[in-house]
Each structure stands twice: as structure tokens, then as C-alpha cells.
């Protein structure tokens, strides 16, 4: 009955999360965007102001000085296109700056994210009635207010830096004008920078509410992450994956395995088996590791690592190799070979061989 009634109770998997962003379903708050932006002017603003002014007003004042009643058609386009670059090259800065800390706050939300699903229309958007129910929805009133709570606490920012501002821009009455640009100038800074500060702590809360709202739309039944195990388990990628991580757990065991083992016989090059034998815990001989080629040579180096005597036996190894599985004892006609392998090799490590021949 909870299932029935979309009872989402369970977190998303990966494969949820992937195919949302597939779609272009992320966590994203444009407040962040928009904060970031406003940072970046404030910097601009304390930075560029003083040379932008300084090179806007040059070029106003050789704009004015060029005309005159004679000027002509060609004269005036001439004119207007050398203003217009100007004030490009004056605003390219700021622009360029713009973009790239735009840019840099998407990624830092979404990261690298190219979704064609999201870029095909869908009637749901352009249709006038889910429009409608859009604006009228809960969700529409809510996001209403927040808004409006965002504009009446950033316009009480502005409105109290600006009285406190106002006193002292009245002291400047009969100034110089550079006197009056450079409070102007700090001014803007100060309030820019104050209505930065305070987008950035809401559009923070936002991009957080964001997040958590993106999770719980994302969560899922018991049903279906049910359905989704079992699609998984159908999915050929999935089950290589997994019996891939599961053949390399399996070596990286062996090859621990090999560390305590008693001896490596090898055909020398192309095939490595480890051996153990406890007669105090085994009743015969067990391969703790094999492997040809690649695993061979690393068989072969751990165990001359850990001073495991290796043994050239090639036909034991061959046999071994095929017949016997990791972790499985050897079969009863190798039990002679392998008994003299272990008294060659007790007698070059000056081991005693305790009780070999028990249980064999």
C-alpha cells in the first residue's frame, strides 16, 4: 500500500543519477550565478571604474571634437564605428570577466554537462494550459515570495548604505570633481560589494535547498529499485563489470596468497603455481595461486620477494595449472613429485620437514 501510494523512501542509485543528468535534471541555482556576476562587478567596479572612466571620457570628448556642419555621410560612419570599437576595447575587460565567472559557477554546480534530451522541445513546455498551472501552482506562489524576500532585503542594503552615504556626499557641495568621482567610485564599491556579500549568503541557502529538493525528487520505491536490480542483472555490460571486479578481487587474494606459500613451481616463463601445505590443517598439499604469462611473472616476483623458493618443474606445472583449482588440494598421483619438491626445498632453506609425509 505504500508503494501504491509512491511512498519514495529509498535514495537514488547511480544509475537513477545518471540517467537524470542524462537529462539534464541537476541541482542548480541561477541565485549563485547571479551572486557570482555581482562579485565579479564589484570587482570590476573597485578595480576598472577610475581607467574605463578616464578612457570613455577621452573618447567622448574626441567623438564631440570631430563634429562639425560639414560633416558628411562617410565622415559620420568613420566617426560612429571608431566610437563604437572604443567602447568595445573599454568594456572588454568587464565583459570577458562576465563570461568567465559565469561560466566557472555552472561548472562548479553541474560540472561538464551536454544534454541533448534537454534541448528537445517538448510540448509540455509551450503548452498555454501547463503554463497556467505553472504560475498558479503552490510551488509558483512559494517561489514568489522568496523572491520578493530576496528583493526587500537587498533594497534594505542599499537603502541603509545609501543613508549612510548621503551625509557625507552633502559635505562635498563646491568640491572638485575628482574629489566628488573618487567618493562616487568607493561608494559603488562599498555598495556593490555589500549586495554581493548578501546574494551570495541567500543564493548559498538556495543552491543547498536546491540540492536536497533534487534528491528527494530522484528517491525511489522499494518497487523500483527492485525493478532496477533486476534490469541490471539483464544488462550484459553490468554482469562483465562485475564478474571483472569479482576476477580481480579473486587475483589480488591469490596474490596475497602467495606471500606465506611454501613453494612456486613454474614451466619457468609461462606458468606459475603456488603451493602450501600445514599437515597440522591440511590433509594434502592446496594451490594457493596459479596464472600464466602476466600473473606468472607476478607470482614469480612476490615470491622472490618474500624469499619463496621457485622451482623450474615444467610438466608439474603444466599439470598443476590445468587440473587443479585455487584453493583446491592436489590430486593423489602429484602427491610423490610434490613431496620431493619440498624435501629439495627444505633441504636449500635448511628447514626441517616436519612431519611431510603425514596425511599423504
Known sequence: ?????????????????????????????????????MLAAAAAVLALAPP???????????????VSLSLDQGRALQLGSGYIIGLGEAVLPVLLLAGLVSLGSNLMQVGVL?????????????????????????RAVAKLGVSLGKLAILTSITSLLIGWALPEFLLLTGSAPGVVAVMIHESSARLAFSLAAA???????????????????????????????????????????????????????????????????????????????????MPAPVVVAKGVDTIALQIRKIAAEH??????????????YASVKVGRAIPVDLYE??????????????????????GL
Request: proline share 5%; aromatic share 6%.
Open 114 to 138: 551536454f544534454s541533448p534530451e534537454a534541448l528537445q522541445p517538448k510540448f509540455s513546455r509551450i503548452s498555454p494550459l501547463a503554463g497556467v498551472k505553472r504560475i498558479l501552482s503552490i
Open 337 to 358: 613429485a610434490f613431496v620431493e619438491i619440498m624435501a629439495y626445498v627444505y633441504r636449500i632453506t635448511g628447514k626441517t620437514p616436519k612431519n611431510l609425509r603425514k
Open 307 to 320: 624469499d619463496v623458493p621457485i622451482l623450474e618443474r615444467p610438466e608439474l606445472a603444466r599439470a598443476l
Open 199 to 281: 546574494l551570495l549568503v541567500l543564493a548559498l541557502l538556495d543552491f543547498s535547498f536546491q540540492k536536497w529538493k533534487h534528491e528527494q525528487e530522484l528517491r525511489m520505491t522499494k518497487q523500483e529499485v527492485r525493478d532496477e536490480m533486476k534490469n541490471m542483472e539483464g544488462d550484459p555490460h553490468i554482469r562483465h563489470r562485475r564478474r571483472e571486479a569479482h576476477r580481480k578481487l579473486a587475483q589480488s587474494r591469490e596474490m596475497q596468497s602467495v606471500k606465506g606459500a611454501d613453494v612456486v613451481v613454474t614451466n619457468p616463463t609461462h606458468y606459475a603455481v603456488a603451493l602450501k601445505y600445514d599437515p597440522d590443517r
Open 52 to 66: 574605463m572612466s578616464q578612457q570613455l571620457a577621452e573618447l567622448t570628448v574626441a567623438a564631440f571634437s570631430s
Open 1 to 37: 500500500m505504500a508503494e501504491e501510494n509512491d511512498d519514495r523512501t529509498e535514495d537514488p542509485t547511480e544509475r537513477r543519477r545518471a540517467e537524470a543528468r542524462e537529462q539534464g535534471n541537476v541541482a542548480k541555482s541561477s541565485d549563485l550565478t547571479a551572486a557570482a556576476l
